[in-house]
Structures are given as structure tokens and as C-alpha cells.
């Protein structure tokens, strides 16, 4: 743990650096991999809604020692000719959930399943959704979703500007994608948790996005006035030194979240846990990636087709290359590299230099007359400390 201190002080301070902009290919290939897949699965698989969203019926019996395909070959033919979804609860009891019911498709459904499990009808909780509703939950969670994009997009662009609200949104775009893939493909139930879930790893992932524009923003400031850095570079330098602290947040964050969806979903039965713990657990992921590999570097990307920037980087490059041929020559010439911290203090001591030495007008002083300037006056103490131990005058012979 000292060590990943150790390492995220370096990193801030800039002494160590990973290249994460120089290398977006990379990254760029992964995550269209990932994404890829994700709608392969969406599909083929398509998103499983709840009867929130699709309308249906949820049936909870009183505990029973029933298991899950028990009741599952137990019930089927008596649910009207829809999907049953069966789960086991925390409790011992069973949810039976079956879509596309109608109110008096459902009562029939319900006593036809306590039949079949050997309950009473009136031991059988049942909950109804109709259709309408469901619809009605369907489009006001796509509303919500483009209205919080929007607003999105809105304010990083008064903020920042629109490169870094472009970028913000593919970052977006792509957890949502990767979260709702993994969905399909897992096949858990797409219910208001999950809708709830998603905005909350949304807003996450955009905090940590902003975090880094923020820091990039400070640190490209007048940055076409200088001749040190590009502005890919100036990006990465940002991006090293919030690293330590966008792993640190989202590993603290995913620490509950992998409890719900584990223990509490996983263990406990809890089925509404599932549904947000999953699409949390997922989106924290993705998004804590997106902002890293995917968010800066588009930024980075958008940036050095600007002329200015163009224009930057061949002075920045330029620069370079003559300070390379210029150490190259003293290297070949046998003289030490230039300490830009040294020539102050060289030309302090080019203005005590002993009165006695030679001076040439235009010429500093060589290291070896130096020497040889201090060898004289170290003799000459050296004599005079001599002769007045003896007595005499110093300079007079015997």
C-alpha cells in the first residue's frame, strides 16, 4: 500500500507518467470491441422487462420448501401462454412473474398456480400491472434519459467547450451501451432499478470525466504562448495526475455495490437489488474506463486538428530536435551537457574572479585557468605562512 502511495504522489507530481493519449488506438479498439458485442447480445438476446415496462402479473407464495425448476415445470401450461419467471426469495417464498396478463387472465393464472404448488388461492399474492402503465413507465424513462443527455451536453459546452461536451457524450453513450448489452446477455430483468441504476452510474461517470477536464482545462491555458509541450501531452499529464484518484472512487464505490449485488442480490434473494446492483456494478466499470482511455484522449484527438495546435506541435517538435543536434555537438565536442539551473551561479562566479587572473574580453574564464588562478593564491598564502614562521618578511631571501 505504501508503494501505490508512493507511486500516486510521482504520478501527481508528474515524475512518471503512463502514456494513455499516445496509445487511444489501443483503447479505441477495445472498447469498440466491447461494444460490439454488447449489441450482438442486445440482438439477439433483446432486453427482458419486467412487468413494469411490459404489463403482467407478479405472483408471491408463503415459504416453501419448493425449488425454483420444481415450480417452473410444476406451473407451466397454466400462465396463459406467457413466459413464467421464477425466483426464490431471501425468505423461502417464490416470485412467480409472467408478462402480458390481462386482469382476468391473471386471476385465472393465480388460482391455477396455487393449484399446482399446493396453496390455497387466497395465500397467493398477486400484484397487476396493465399495459397502458407499462408503456406509460417506458416512455417517461427515455424521456428522462435524453433529457439529462441534453442538459448534459448543454452545460459542459458553456463550461468547456463543445469538443469536451462531444467527448463527454461518446463517453456516455458507450457505458450505456456496454451496460445494457451485459444486461441482455446476463438476462436479469430491465425494471425502474435498472433505469435508476443507469442515471446513477451516468452522473458518475460524468463527475469523474469532468474531474479530468477540469485539471486539463487549468493546464492548457495559454498553451500556444510556449514552446515546451503539445497538447496530447499537456492531456496526459492531466490525466496521470487524477489517475491514483478516479481508481481510489471508484474502487470505494464498487465495494457496496459488489455487496448488493452479491450477498444481498445474489444470497438474499432480494430481486429490485439485482436490478440496480448490476447495472451499478457494470456502469461504475465502464464509466471509470470511459473517462480514462476514452473521454481525453477523443478530447486530445479533437484538439490537434485545430491549426493552432497543428502549429504548436511543429514548433514544440522543431524545438526539439535543434536542442538535440545541440547536445549531440557538445557530446562529440567532449563538453558537458547545459544546466539552464548552473548559469547563474557561473556568472556570479565570473564576477569575484582574482584580480591577479588573465582576462580576456568576450571569454569567460576556462575551468583550467581557474584552477590554475586558484594554485597561485594557494601558494602565495602558502609562502607568506611559511615566512612568518621563520621570522623574516615574507618575499625576502636569506
Known amino acids: 500500500m505504501s508503494k501505490l502511495g508512493t507511486l500516486g504522489h510521482r504520478l501527481h507530481r508528474g515524475e512518471v507518467s503512463y502514456d494513455f493519449v499516445g496509445r487511444r488506438k489501443i483503447w479505441y479498439s477495445v472498447s469498440i470491441l466491447v461494444t460490439i458485442i454488447a449489441i450482438v447480445g442486445l440482438a439477439v438476446n433483446g432486453l427482458k422487462e419486467s412487468i413494469d415496462f411490459s404489463g403482467g402479473a407478479v405472483f408471491n407464495t408463503p415459504k416453501t420448501s419448493i425449488s425454483v425448476s420444481e415450480a417452473q415445470s410444476k406451473i407451466s401450461g397454466d400462465t396463459a401462454g406467457s413466459d413464467a419467471t421464477v425466483q426464490k426469495l431471501g425468505t423461502g417464498s417464490l416470485r412467480i412473474q409472467v408478462s402480458g396478463l390481462s386482469t382476468d387472465e391473471s386471476k385465472k393464472v393465480q388460482q391455477s398456480i396455487a393449484k399446482d404448488l399446493g396453496f390455497p388461492s387466497s395465500k397467493i399474492d398477486a400484484e397487476i400491472v396493465g399495459p397502458s402503465w407499462g408503456k406509460q413507465i417506458t416512455k417517461k424513462a427515455i424521456e428522462g434519459l435524453v433529457i439529462f443527455l441534453v442538459l448534459v451536453v448543454i452545460y459542459l459546452a458553456i463550461t468547456f467547450e463543445w469538443r469536451m461536451a462531444l467527448a463527454a457524450l461518446i463517453a456516455l453513450l458507450h457505458d450505456l451501451t456496454i451496460t445494457t448489452g451485459v444486461y441482455a446477455i446476463v438476462g436479469f430483468e430491465v425494471s425502474p432499478g435498472t433505469v435508476i441504476g443507469l442515471l446513477t452510474i451516468l452522473g458518475y461517470s460524468l463527475y469523474d470525466t469532468v474531474v479530468v477536464f477540469d485539471g486539463l482545462k487549468e493546464a492548457s491555458k495559454d498553451i500556444t504562448k510556449k514552446n515546451a509541450f503539445t497538447y ?10 487524477t489517475l491514483v484518484r478516479s481508481i481510489n472512487t471508484t474502487v470505494v464505490a464498487l465495494l457496496p455495490v459488489a455487496a448488493l449485488l ?64 545541440k547536445a549531440k555537438a557538445r557530446a562529440e565536442a567532449g563538453l558537458p551537457e547545459e544546466d539552464p539551473d548552473t548559469e547563474g551561479a557561473d556568472a556570479e562566479g565570473a564576477d569575484t574572479e582574482d584580480e591577479d587572473a588573465p582576462a580576456v574580453v568576450g571569454q569567460r574564464p576556462s575551468a583550467a585557468g581557474a584552477t590554475r588562478a586558484d594554485s597561485t593564491r594557494s601558494g602565495r598564502v602558502s609562502s607568506g605562512s611559511r615566512a612568518s614562521r621563520r621570522g623574516r618578511p615574507p618575499g625576502k631571501g636569506r
Open 262 to 325: 452479491f450477498i444481498g442480490g445474489g444470497l438474499l434473494g432480494a430481486g429490485m437489488l439485482n436490478d440496480i446492483a448490476l447495472a451499478l456494478f457494470v456502469g461504475l466499470t465502464a464509466g471509470a474506463y470511459s473517462s480514462i482511455f476514452i473521454a481525453t484522449p477523443i478530447v486530445a484527438e479533437f484538439k490537434e486538428r485545430q491549426p493552432e495546435m497543428k502549429a504548436l506541435r511543429k514548433r514544440v517538435l522543431a524545438k526539439r530536435k535543434a536542442d538535440a543536434a
Open 232 to 241: 496530447s501531452e499537456i492531456a496526459n499529464r492531466s490525466l496521470n495526475s
